[in-house]
């Protein structure tokens, strides 16, 4: 019988063949479909609370801007574009804001967004029991927002903030149902109600959160190429802190989009179709090593340019980097226009560090070739938080290690988590440490090198790690700070850095990196303000 | 004394013989790494970062170019000695449970024979974490980690032994005799518990290896730029599609040296004898 | 004849229970003893490390406001004297009030119970195959050795390799095997994901395979040295000498022999499986017991690691009792009180 059947099959073989292979070959670049569920993969800590106005990170901050949305937005070149708020005004004096707000948005929940909420809002971050880290300082100025009408609302200040607006497009500042609020911090942790192109369904702790897109979306803000809602069901934010394995997940097709990616991973993704590779750098400061000058062995200046003499991190940064990065010497991300750096500084020269610390006073040497003086070793704690540094920073912190023990320091990394990395710094327990900090604008000089930044926030976090006190520098900042005129806001924030750069307290390395790889999905971008990714124009592919 | 020589390697068999040179020159790189690998595990080369095994680096070179055939044979004696500290916290505490339950008095046997089967319902791993926990990372910690877990093995193993020497006829005869208990203990009980010992002690250091190198892998271990075994391992799991050899290397080195141990152990101990 | 009425009170009640209740109370009592051994040691190991306010408020970096702290100072009782503190730790762990997880402000009790069944479905699968590769490896050693000429020198060349396959086993550290198994089945060949959560068959392949290698290895060893002793038994050399084939003699008589140890050793590899869940759960991102412990001990989570370890303490003491009932069932030998106890931890490994 099989032999009967066997010219059959060949027939009905070879029409198949014939069919796929006259089938429109169009379908090479595959159509992005409408609908579907995304997956993205973060290698950044699991926020311990989904609400950005608690406490104020870079995890809290990517997945909230998928459901929150602040008053105003940013271009890529610094611009102030409008989103929820349509239109302001200043007064003369500065101390008075009035903002027109956005009509017929609502919440998620049926709220109306209005004056009201905006106000419930500041207020919401003013409040110590919300134990507020960055959205507290970014509004510190403000004393009281008066509701005028429902679409109109007056900030009052305490002091001129030129930077206001730019506080406000941050996603640790954006606007939140005040009718979520009034459910109490538990219930508001756990999923956020805003105006976002997605909501918040639920969120299993350490696997994944689930956002569903708002069909009612209407409110795009700058980075929007199309009006109503998004194109996609669902969005899953899954936790994979491992590298090696979220890598994985996304070469195997597991996840769209993942952050955090390693160097040779963005390298192999330029060189290849496959995956594609946004380039983002987070705006504020730059990734810098900061010593601690307001205790032995950082107070002498002499100590601290030696260590920097010593440093060298070029050859490692080519090295580990792969060429995806750039050694920066300012103060300020490359992404901000204000931006003064300033090479002559930070030249490598061990002979002249040697020659420092001889000065200095640092002339004993123990057993392992350790600098010592008075009995005390030239020690320097470093805490690594593994939480917000790649294996490759991490790297390059221990060639750092190497190179300035050649010169008689003795660098005492130790890698921990995010919690235990809080505690030593608030414990004073460093005398270097990387603290990234994202913030808009070159007002994120003041928060961190203002000697204001050494008081803590009331959740017990401040900013200036470098303990930096320097009155003509905090001079510099306060005037900046009340000056609207740009030019004069851009002299002064030039001397400013100039000062800083000066004092040796700060080894500026590079931006703050922001890479994501993507496959299978189109039409992702990231946010002007602080870089995170919207998706309310992705759409799968294939 | 060739008939002596004779009679260890016939014992050994070719495995033991293999494994005890491998033993040779694990013990080599511990006490003397210089001499096998000259070079300073941790001098850096970031040019010659991520470069494959060659004839001027065997093993290739990690990412900040340090030659890893060197960090390996360096990291010998803080893999090996961080092992060797925790089986040594482990076997004294065992000694102490053990002894003091096979010799003491029926309550107290009764009362740390629970305390042992206790202790058996936390997998190790677990009670370093609970340990971890409580006293907070780092090499100390996990050295007392591991130590307390395996505590328990020993304590069984070596309460067995000891309550099977006390049994046995020449104690008896040694005690009909009128020896002192002291006497009875340092000339019969230790030399016939304490000599078997080694052997478990052998596998116990290869196995205490693999469960320090494990808690670095997790990050709860040594802190760079050590060159122990798990936390390169660790650290060269990031590369792993780009530069194997900075994984798969560092962790043959391990499963090398706990095979080599766990077959001398066995031939030691007589259970290799059997044809196993 | 000693008179047995000057016997304790608790003794004669005990004799006068049957066996199974006996056994069953023996039972129960490990596991409270479990849990008050543990409960005593993280008290006071916690009161001995510094502050266990710091500690009970996840770590040295919670920033917790000073509501928190007093309400935690309020909840355990700080300020009562040690014996009031320890003597409400326990009557806390007793009733099950596991507390709530500080970092994450969830009851303990909910986390524990949502990520326990995927490690169980891990644990189980991995314990099934462990035992399979263990009696296929050792049958396959047991008869391939048979024989002469070059099939029987072959055979004793593949129970050599066999052997050390075995050894390499129980030595290879977990997480090296499951990185390199990543690298090679997902990175290069992609034929398996690297990460997976539930129970999709082709994300389970990686985690099981991993978890059950060393444990197989050790089974393997222990269930070959049972076979070979089975297979010389008088029972089998009967067998054989009545015409019976060697399947048969496999099948009907030292097989069963042979899975006894590794029956009883089950108790043992599943503390060793819980031990790899850790690493295993945190090297492939699944969700389970072992990456809550993991997550919780670094972020010194005191709550949330007391109640992971009591749970695992006591699914020890569970499997344990249970392995014990089917060894009665499996072994009417052992149903006599002086019957020879089989093995509970492999000879040669001094940790689980």
Redesign the interface.
Same mark, same amino acid.
């Given at each position: 019988m099989l032999r009967r059947a066997l010219p059959l099959l060949a027939l009905s073989a070879s029409v198949a063949l014939i069919a796929t292979a006259c089938s429109p070959a169009g379908q090479e670049a595959a159509e992005p479909a409408t609908g579907g569920t995304l997956v993205y993969a973060t290698g950044d800590a699991e926020p311990t609370c989904l609400d950005p106005h608690v406490g104020g990170n870079y995890p809290q901050a990517l997945i909230s801007s998928q459901y929150l949305e602040p008053l105003v937005g940013r271009t890529a070149d610094g611009e102030i574009t409008p989103w929820l708020a349509e239109d302001w005004e200043v007064s003369e004096d500065g101390l008075t804001w009035d903002l027109t707000l956005r009509e017929d948005v609502t919440f998620t929940d049926g709220t109306p967004f209005d004056a009201e909420a905006v106000k419930v809002n500041i207020e919401h971050l003013q409040d110590p029991e919300t134990a507020s880290s960055t959205g507290y300082l970014a509004v510190s100025k403000v004393a009281e927002v008066e509701v005028v009408d429902e679409t109109h609302a007056r900030f009052h200040l305490s002091e001129p903030d030129s930077a206001l607006l730019e506080s406000l497009s941050m996603p640790w500042t954006a606007i939140q149902s005040p009718a979520g609020i009034e459910r109490g911090m538990e219930e508001n942790c756990a999923a956020p109600i805003g105006t976002g192109p997605f909501i918040v369904e639920e969120w299993v702790p350490q696997q994944q959160i689930t956002l569903v897109r708002n069909d009612d979306y209407a409110s795009p803000g700058p980075q929007g190429e199309h009006e109503g809602p998004a194109y996609l069901d669902e969005i899953v934010w899954r936790f994979i802190p491992d590298a090696a394995t979220r890598q994985a997940a996304l070469a195997s097709g597991e996840v769209h989009v993942i952050d955090n990616p390693q160097p040779d991973a963005i390298v192999s993704a330029e060189q290849g179709d496959e995956i594609e590779h946004i380039d983002a750098p987070r705006p504020g400061s730059v990734n810098r090593i900061e010593l601690n000058a307001g205790q032995t062995p950082f107070d002498d200046a002499r100590v601290r340019e030696a260590f920097i003499r010593a440093a060298d991190p070029n050859p490692g940064i080519e090295s580990l980097y792969l060429g995806t990065v750039t050694r920066s010497y300012s103060p300020l991300g490359s992404t901000e226009p204000m931006g003064v750096s300033d090479e002559s500084l930070f030249g490598t020269d061990p002979d002249a560090a040697n020659a420092l610390l001889d000065e200095a006073g640092w002339t004993e040497r123990d057993a392992d070739g350790t600098r010592m003086k008075d009995g005390q070793r030239l020690t320097v704690r470093f805490p690594v938080s593994t939480n917000q540094s790649v294996a490759a920073e991490q790297s390059l912190f221990e060639q750092i290690q190497a190179n300035t023990a050649a010169v008689g320091f003795d660098v005492q990394l130790s890698p921990v988590d995010l919690s235990t990395w809080y505690g030593a710094l608030g414990a004073n327990e460093y005398e270097a440490v990387s603290a990234p900090y994202t913030r808009v604008g070159p007002e994120v000089l003041r928060v961190l090198y203002h000697s204001d930044g050494i008081v803590p926030a009331p959740s017990g976090y401040f900013a200036n790690h470098a303990q930096l006190s320097d009155p003509e520098l905090d001079a510099l900042l306060d005037q900046a700070s009340a000056t609207h005129d740009e030019a004069a806001r851009a002299e002064l924030y030039a001397q400013a850095q100039q000062r800083i750069l000066e004092s040796f307290t700060i080894l500026p390395l590079y931006d703050q990196q922001n890479h994501f790889l993507t496959r299978g999905v189109t039409g992702v971008t990231t946010l002007g303000t602080v870089a995170t990714p919207t998706f309310v124009d992705a759409r799968l592919v294939g | 004394m060739a008939a002596d020589a004779a009679r260890i390697l016939r014992r050994l068999g070719p495995g033991g013989v293999v494994a005890a040179l491998g033993l040779a020159a694990i013990l080599l790189a511990v006490v003397a790494p210089g001499v096998l690998a000259p070079g300073d595990p +941790?001098?850096?080369a970031?040019?010659e970062?991520?470069s494959p095994p060659s004839w001027a680096h065997p093993f290739g070179t990690d990412? @900040? /170019?340090r030659d890893l055939f060197t960090r390996v044979v360096h990291g010998a004696a803080a893999s090996a000695g961080i092992g060797l500290a925790a089986t040594g916290i482990?076997i004294g505490a065992g000694l102490v449970l053990g002894f003091a339950g096979a010799l003491g008095p029926r309550w107290l046997d009764a009362a740390i024979a629970?305390?042992v089967?206790?202790?058996? !319902?936390?997998? =190790? #791993?677990?009670?370093a #974490? #609970?340990?971890? $926990?409580?006293?907070?990372?780092g090499t100390q910690a996990s050295v007392i980690a591991?130590g307390a $877990? =395996?505590a328990p093995? *020993?304590a069984?193993?070596l309460r067995a032994r000891v309550r099977g020497v006390v049994r046995s006829d020449y104690v008896a005869y040694a005690r009909h005799e009128g020896v002192g208990p002291v006497a009875v203990f340092a000339r019969h009980i230790a030399p016939n518990t304490l000599w078997p010992l080694v052997a478990?002690a052998t596998? /116990?250091v290869?196995?205490a290896i693999?469960?320090v190198?494990?808690l670095s892998? #997790?990050?709860?271990g040594a802190?760079?730029?050590s060159p122990e075994w798990?936390a390169m +391992?660790n650290?060269g799991?990031? *590369?792993?599609? =780009?530069a194997?050899w900075m994984?798969?290397l560092p /962790?043959l080195a391990?499963?090398a040296t $706990?095979?080599v141990l =766990?077959?001398l152990?066995?031939r030691a @101990?007589g !259970?290799g004898s !059997? /044809?196993? | 004849m000693p008179d047995s009425s000057a016997d304790p009170l608790p003794a004669r009640l005990a004799r006068g229970l049957p066996a199974w209740l006996r056994w069953l109370l023996g039972r129960i009592g490990s596991a409270l003893l479990v849990i008050w051994v543990v409960a005593t040691a993280v008290f006071f190991a916690l009161r001995a490390s510094g502050d266990p306010l710091e500690a009970i408020l996840g770590g040295p970096g919670s920033q917790a406001g000073p509501e928190a702290v007093a309400q935690a100072r309020a909840e355990y009782g700080l300020d009562h004297p040690l014996v009031v503190q320890y003597l409400a730790q326990l009557w806390r762990v007793a009733t099950f009030q596991l507390g709530d997880s500080y970092a994450r402000r969830q009851p303990v009790a909910e986390l524990i119970g949502a990520q326990l069944p995927g490690t169980l479905l891990l644990a189980v699968l991995a314990l099934l195959l462990a035992w399979a590769l263990a009696v296929a490896g050792s049958t396959i050693a047991a008869t391939a050795g048979a024989g002469s000429g070059w099939r029987g020198r072959a055979g004793r060349a593949a129970v050599g390799v066999l052997r050390g396959l075995e050894l390499v086993a129980t030595v290879m550290p977990q997480f090296w095997l499951g990185a390199v198994l990543i690298l090679v089945f997902a990175s290069s060949l992609q034929i398996l994901p690297a990460t997976s959560s539930g129970a999709g068959p082709a994300g389970l392949v990686l985690p099981v395979v991993t978890l059950a290698i060393p444990i197989a290895g050790f089974l393997a060893q222990v269930s070959r040295d049972a076979l070979l002793e089975a297979d010389a038994s008088p029972f089998a050399v009967t067998a054989r000498s009545r015409g019976a084939s060697e399947p048969r003699v496999l099948l009907h008589h030292t097989l069963r022999h042979a899975s006894l140890p590794a029956l009883s050793l089950s108790g043992w590899a599943f503390g060793h499986l819980l031990s790899g869940a850790v690493v295993v759960e945190a090297l492939f991102a699944r969700p389970g017991l072992g990456r809550l412990l993991l997550d919780a001990a670094m972020s010194r989570d005191v709550p949330l690691v007391i109640g992971a370890v009591v749970v695992v303490a006591l699914l020890y003491v569970v499997v344990v009792t249970v392995v014990d009932a089917v060894e009665l069932v499996v072994d009417p030998r052992l149903r006599t009180p002086r019957a020879p106890h089989a093995m509970r931890t492999p000879e040669l490994a001094v940790g689980s």
């Open positions: - | +941790l001098a850096i970031p040019t970062a991520f990412e @900040s /170019g482990g629970r305390v089967e206790v202790l058996f !319902a936390l997998p =190790t #791993l677990v009670m #974490l #609970l340990l971890v $926990a409580v006293i907070g990372p591991i $877990a =395996t093995g *020993y069984r193993i478990t596998l /116990g290869g196995q693999v469960w190198s494990a892998f #997790l990050g709860l802190l760079p730029p798990g +391992l650290a799991r990031v *590369y792993i599609g =780009t194997w994984t798969v /962790g391990i499963v $706990a095979t =766990t077959v152990g066995r @101990s !259970a !059997a /044809g196993s | -």
